[in-house]
């Protein structure tokens, strides 16, 4: 078999790193991939959104299944795309359809899925600049925190969480009327603030059945303590200790099962992963939102906890018969600590040279945004690389994953120093 994965981060490079590891893969190819996937496998430099591109190079290379990493792609519709070209159509693709993809591409729909199937979530209402007023006037019926979120994909980006009732007016103002993530905030869904500790859970279906992936807690502001401004993720770790069999059960119970007979009802064929962000309120959990594809940096400690042959899950998400497929996890904690650029989320550099990287023994280095410049491996984005490590407890892997770090360097290297400070 020959497996094609779309995308370029840390994500892209655990899977293509798990995947070395069936014996049923003869060629994995990484469009486009980063300087770590180069190491494993073969970078292809086509963009994941350009259809025709992933096209000639799924004929060219013969092909046999294609995984689609990062949501773009597949709120686009590759899936669709696939299905509606003759020489695609039975070539499986490891992601939804372009109607399931909706869960993640429209925060509103999402919203109106979790209502209409029972899922547990937040009150909330959606607003565009037609009906801002509305907008001022639902603010001021909820409390601080004011959460509000840009309905469409704003790279992780769109999700504000303010405590001033004027800074919340100010920036739905600047969200829909003055486009501040674009088209992407044109609808914004303001929703009550949920309290409680974040975590995350993820779901792998074929539609009819689906296989519950080990859970994690990810950090996404930039300075410590959980302080600055959102990111794409600075660090993670897995299992999440709070989330026992008890709660787990809870949430297969009243939001994995719900959602996936609510997907069935709803006529929408998704055979792909489902990322549910959860808040555990005293052992009650509400969905935050869905996401359509496995989370970054999450992916980099779920993945390397899975002992089992991950294509032979995904040969059973293209088979629906992923009922008749196991897997083991280790009973270890991973943790990942994420590299990024002097600036980020701001402004900053690329192309700054990275050395060290052979000095690393005990942890695993999963490339995001790197790639090879004059065969020197150099920064190629904001979150640069994720160091993810193992150990009994969460203080043991993480400790590993601090002593790696101190052996890599970049110019303006930049982490958090206490992933995982509220768990241990």
Same mark, same amino acid.
């Given at each position: 078999?020959?497996?094609?994965?779309?995308?370029?981060?840390?994500?892209?490079?655990?899977?293509?790193?798990?995947?070395?590891?069936?014996?049923?893969?003869?060629?994995?190819?990484?469009?486009?991939?980063?300087?770590?996937?180069?190491?494993?496998?073969?970078?292809?430099?086509?963009?994941?959104?350009?259809?025709?591109? *992933?096209?000639?190079?799924?004929?060219?290379?013969?092909?046999?299944? *294609?995984?689609?990493?990062?949501? $773009?792609?597949?709120?686009?519709?590759? +899936?669709?795309?696939?299905?509606?070209?003759?020489?695609?159509?039975?070539?499986?693709?490891?992601?939804?359809?372009?109607?399931?993809?909706?869960?993640?591409?429209?925060?509103?729909?999402?919203?109106?899925?979790?209502?209409? +199937?029972?899922?547990?979530?937040?009150?909330?209402?959606?607003?565009?600049?037609?009906?801002?007023?509305?907008?001022?006037?639902?603010?001021?019926?909820?409390?601080?925190?004011?959460?509000?979120?840009?309905?469409?994909?704003?790279?992780?980006?769109?999700?504000?969480?303010?405590?001033?009732?004027?800074?919340?007016? $100010?920036?739905?103002?600047?969200?829909?009327?003055?486009?501040?993530?674009?088209?992407?905030?044109?609808?914004?869904?303001?929703?009550?603030?949920?309290?409680?500790?974040?975590?995350?859970?993820?779901?792998?279906?074929?539609?009819?059945?689906?296989? %519950?992936?080990?859970?994690?807690?990810?950090?996404?502001?930039?300075?410590?303590?959980?302080?600055?401004?959102?990111?794409?993720?600075?660090?993670?770790?897995?299992?999440?200790?709070?989330?026992?069999?008890?709660?787990?059960?809870?949430?297969?119970?009243?939001?994995?099962?719900?959602?996936?007979?609510?997907?069935?009802?709803?006529?929408?064929?998704?055979?792909?992963?489902?990322?549910? &962000?959860?808040?555990?309120?005293?052992?009650?959990?509400?969905?935050?939102?869905?996401?359509?594809?496995?989370?970054?940096?999450?992916?980099?400690? *779920?993945?390397?906890?899975?002992?089992?042959?991950?294509?032979?899950?995904?040969?059973?998400?293209?088979?629906?018969?992923?009922?008749?497929?196991?897997?083991?996890?280790?009973?270890?904690?991973?943790?990942?600590?994420?590299? *990024?650029?002097?600036?980020?989320?701001?402004?900053?550099?690329?192309?700054?040279?990275?050395?060290?990287?052979?000095?690393?023994?005990?942890?695993?280095?999963? +490339?995001? &945004?790197?790639?090879?410049?004059?065969?020197?491996?150099?920064?190629?984005?904001?979150?640069?690389?994720?160091?993810?490590?193992?150990?009994?407890?969460?203080?043991?892997?993480?400790?590993?994953?601090?002593?790696? %770090?101190?052996?890599? +360097?970049?110019?303006?290297?930049?982490?958090?120093?206490?992933?995982?400070?509220?768990?241990?």
């Amino acid at each position: 078999m020959n497996v094609l994965i779309l995308g370029s981060g840390g994500r892209e490079h655990a899977f293509t790193l798990k995947l070395t590891e069936s014996k049923k893969i003869n060629q994995l190819f990484v469009a486009p991939g980063n300087a770590g996937t180069a190491k494993i496998a073969t970078n292809i430099n086509i963009n994941p959104t350009d259809f025709n591109a *992933v096209k000639s190079t799924v004929l060219e290379k013969r092909i046999d299944m *294609v995984v689609v990493g990062p949501e $773009a792609p597949l709120v686009a519709g590759v +899936h669709d795309f696939f299905l509606a070209d003759d020489d695609l159509k039975n070539i499986p693709v490891i992601g939804p359809k372009k109607d399931g993809a909706t869960l993640e591409g429209s925060k509103d729909f999402s919203k109106q899925f979790m209502q209409k +199937h029972n899922v547990p979530t937040a009150k909330y209402k959606s607003f565009t600049k037609e009906n801002l007023t509305e907008g001022f006037a639902f603010l001021e019926t909820l409390e601080p925190p004011y959460v509000l979120k840009a309905d469409g994909l704003a790279a992780g980006k769109g999700v504000l969480i303010l405590n001033s009732l004027k800074e919340a007016k $100010a920036e739905l103002k600047e969200m829909v009327s003055n486009q501040k993530f674009g088209d992407a905030s044109s609808t914004v869904v303001i929703e009550e603030f949920l309290k409680g500790i974040e975590l995350s859970v993820f779901v792998l279906t074929d539609g009819k059945n689906y296989k %519950i992936l080990p859970s994690a807690k990810d950090y996404k502001r930039i300075g410590e303590g959980d302080t600055g401004l959102n990111t794409g993720g600075m660090g993670a770790i897995s299992p999440v200790p709070f989330a026992d069999d008890a709660f787990l059960n809870k949430v297969e119970e009243l939001v994995v099962k719900p959602t996936i007979e609510g997907l069935r009802k709803d006529g929408i064929d998704y055979r792909g992963f489902i990322f549910i &962000g959860l808040m555990n309120d005293n052992g009650n959990p509400s969905v935050v939102e869905y996401n359509v594809r496995m989370g970054d940096p999450e992916t980099e400690v *779920v993945l390397p906890r899975i002992e089992s042959d991950l294509f032979e899950l995904f040969d059973g998400v293209a088979n629906q018969n992923l009922d008749e497929k196991s897997f083991k996890v280790t009973s270890k904690t991973a943790t990942t600590v994420m590299l *990024v650029s002097g600036g980020y989320p701001e402004a900053y550099q690329k192309h700054k040279e990275i050395t060290g990287l052979e000095n690393v023994k005990e942890s695993s280095v999963f +490339h995001a &945004g790197t790639t090879i410049l004059d065969n020197k491996v150099v920064s190629n984005g904001g979150r640069v690389m994720a160091i993810t490590s193992f150990g009994d407890t969460i203080e043991e892997a993480l400790e590993k994953s601090y002593r790696s %770090i101190d052996k890599i +360097h970049f110019d303006k290297m930049n982490y958090r120093k206490d992933i995982g400070f509220d768990l241990t």
